[in-house]
């Protein structure tokens, strides 16, 4: 069962204080000359139930699914009226943006989105991705959607792929939206993981920073080896100045030490960045010499 059926068979079992604000979104944003149809039962029995409680004549078929192996519910509403009455259509066509006696409250607004996201919506598993979206027919009503998504705070973008697209990809404003649907467990699900991937980030980010770090280190010490050798092939250890002769030694003994031990083997001790200097002196008076 992918995550949004068990998203949407979670809504469906909420009560819902603006029924009829959820049941305009569900089918202005799935019906069609045929009714509306789908191959998820919970789904066509919850708006079989709602509709007959505000009086609609509906009638149900089911037929075997072609490229399914689940059955395809098609549910239509007899009842023209029914259908003006949750502002679906007017004067017999399907009305072609949000009603503005749904939008008037942030309850409506809620419930409406929700009962569009039961029709038309999906949301991928936190855990893969962030990506909401709604399919919708027509452009105008898509951008009607879209409004509403932004006045619920939503970050919501229009595409079209065959269809036109109301997608959501921010996961603060997916975890909003689990909030606004009722699903405050799921957004609480989502945070964690998020909490997560920010932690699995942080930690991959340390260690390509301290293999980058260590390669680099390890990098400069064999510079400074081969300059150090090359040194003593042709002018000899002897011809440089005391103080570079003695890290020069040092470095060639202590090929696994750092700056900072090497300087601690020289009287006065000498820091990170003095060590660095000598050493860095040394590559480049190995630099001008022919091999």
Known sequence: MSYSTRLKDLLITQEEEEI??????????????????????????????????????????????????????????EDKKVLEDLGVKAAGELVKKIPRSFTSR?????????????????LTDPNKSYHLEFKVKEKELAESLQGLCLDLDLKANLGFRNKWLVYVKDSQSIGD???????????????????????????????????????????????????????????????????????????????????????????PVLSKSGVNNRLSRIVKIADKLED
């Open 106 to 122: 942030m309850k409506l607004q809620r419930a409406y989105l929700k009962g569009a996201f039961l029709a038309c919506g999906s």
């Open 177 to 267: 939206f689990l909030v606004l649907m009722g699903a405050p467990s799921l957004a609480f699900d989502l945070e964690n993981t998020k909490l997560i991937r920010s932690v699995k980030a942080d930690i991959q980010r340390h260690n390509n920073f301290d293999e980058a770090n260590i390669n680099r280190i390890v990098g400069a010490a064999a510079r400074q080896l081969d300059a150090i050798e090359k040194i003593q092939n042709t002018i000899g250890i002897a011809a440089l100045p005391p103080s570079l002769q003695e890290i020069a030694l040092l470095r060639w003994e202590n090929q696994e030490l750092s700056f900072k031990d090497l300087g601690e083997l020289i009287d």
């Open 20 to 77: 009829q604000a959820l049941l305009s979104g569900f089918l202005r944003f799935s019906y069609g000359e045929e009714g509306f149809s789908s191959d998820q039962a919970s789904l066509v029995r919850y708006a079989y139930l709602k509709l007959k409680e505000e009086g609609a004549q509906l009638s149900l078929t089911s037929k075997k699914g072609v490229a399914s192996r689940f059955n395809m519910y098609y549910l239509i509403v």
